[in-house]
């Protein structure tokens, strides 16, 4: 009785291990590891965790809806610049208006990792400009850049410096403390020549209002990525972006996408992101690349960033690096999130079963001690098995991954069978 007793209790010490129950997680290194060899980096295994709990996800407009590869198509003096036509002096600029306008933001962005910024020194590359330099410079994320030329005297107090700022419109207007003046910015920006379908970037230079018009085209296969997300992850979409509404509609309409949130300063995306995530529940996913992006992109879910022209902050804070320049691996990123967690849910289950059907004929006397071994690392070696299945391409449904398994199926037994037929043609008979 001592004996069995002492083998029963073995039998139980040995079935009740919880060596496949620590096993089950293998299945988040292998899906990191095939994440990483497309490009795709994550700050840790809860990542997944977080990406297959989300229910929605934002995109910004600039750079990651967009290709970023800005070009300057016009550049229009608009508010505070003498005016030809009545008789005045038009060389109110050196040498002239969109010259010295195009001098100054070059100045400015140099240096600049900002899609705008590069547009406007791609612009200025191999014209003859006026020589400007920048005595002080702060940069306003979300805004727009102000500095001090020292090229350039104040038309007030020649005493003193001019001061430029350049940004968005919404913030070059509210620089100027008259309603008036401020209204009358905003009117000739709506009354401009070019239209409204161009990204615009207003330039303030002593009073002087000048309008730069930049073209940008959507990434080619962000419709697909957004028909995936949308029909097979059922997430819901939106596009944030701080561009003014007709050019965020443009792009939208372009890209598939119906809910739009447009003329939003980083403070804005920030709470939008939270209003959201507490709305919807389940978690929102951001997807960005700019320096203005970073609040959103750390106050999401989970943040993901295209690293290649994303700044150090954007980075920083974010939880997914895409390698590639390239939105087409977002998809593939979620439903990797998916699989993986309904693996280690798998393999969690697969673990309790075998700890269950082992422990308790053991511990009855039904089972001798060596089956029992064998059961509790069998159930071992079937959670580590379940868990490489995270190798596998992913699928969004279970009757996707059934036609996988029956397609790999067929595919295996007609290359055995040609294989076959291969040698039985080659034999020579005797």
């Not at 009785?1 to 073995?10: D, E, F, H, K, P």
């Not at 939880?319 to 798998?346: H, M």
Request: proline residues 4%; aromatic residues 4%; neutral net charge.
């Amino acid at each position: 009785v001592c004996r069995g007793s002492i083998y029963r209790g073995l039998g139980l010490m040995v079935a009740a291990s919880p060596c496949a129950l620590a096993v089950a997680p293998l299945a988040y290194a292998t899906a990191i590891s095939s994440l990483a060899s497309k490009g795709i980096l994550l700050k840790g295994g809860h990542v997944l965790d977080a990406l297959s709990s989300c229910q929605s996800i934002a995109f910004d407009k600039t750079g990651t809806l967009t290709t970023g590869k800005l070009m300057c198509k016009a550049i229009e003096p608009i508010h505070g610049h003498l005016d030809a036509s009545n008789g005045v002096d038009p060389s109110c600029c050196t040498p002239n208006c969109e010259s010295e306008a195009l001098a100054v933001a070059a100045a400015m962005e140099k240096g600049t990792t900002h899609p705008i910024g590069r547009a406007v020194l791609k612009h200025s590359v191999g014209r003859d400009l006026p020589v400007v330099a920048v005595e002080s410079f702060e940069s306003l994320p979300g805004r727009g850049v102000v500095a001090t030329l020292s090229g350039i005297k104040a038309r007030d107090n020649e005493n003193e410096f001019a001061k430029a700022s350049i940004g968005s419109v919404e913030y070059i207007s509210s620089l100027y403390r008259s309603y008036g003046e401020s209204e009358q910015i905003k009117e000739a920006v709506k009354c401009s020549a070019f239209g409204p379908e161009f990204v615009q970037a207003a330039l303030s230079v002593d009073k002087k209002v000048t309008l730069f018009h930049f073209e940008d085209e959507p990434r080619t296969g962000v419709c697909e990525v957004i028909y995936t997300l949308r029909e097979k992850a059922k997430l819901r979409i939106m596009m944030l972006t701080g561009d003014h509404e007709s050019s965020a509609q443009r792009v939208a309409k372009a890209v598939c996408i119906e809910e739009v949130h447009f003329s939003l300063k980083p403070e804005d995306k920030l709470n939008k992101v939270k209003a959201v995530s507490r709305e919807g529940g389940g978690g929102l996913i951001m997807v960005g690349d700019g320096i203005n992006d970073a609040p959103a992109l750390a106050a999401a879910t989970v943040g993901i960033v295209l690293a290649q022209r994303a700044s150090a902050t954007a980075v920083a804070v974010a939880d997914v690096l895409l390698l590639q320049d390239n939105l087409c691996v977002v998809p593939f990123c979620i439903a990797k999130a998916r699989q993986t967690t309904s693996l280690v849910k798998q393999s969690v289950a697969l673990a309790l079963t075998c700890i269950v059907f082992a422990a308790l004929p053991s511990v009855l006397g039904f089972l001798p001690l060596w089956l029992t071994v064998l059961l509790h690392e069998g159930g071992t070696l079937l959670v580590c098995l379940n868990s490489i299945r995270a190798l596998n391409p992913p699928t969004w449904s279970w009757a996707d991954d059934i036609r996988q398994l029956v397609h790999s199926l067929k595919n295996h037994v007609s290359a055995k069978l040609n294989s076959s037929s291969d040698c039985s043609a080659s034999t020579v008979p005797l």
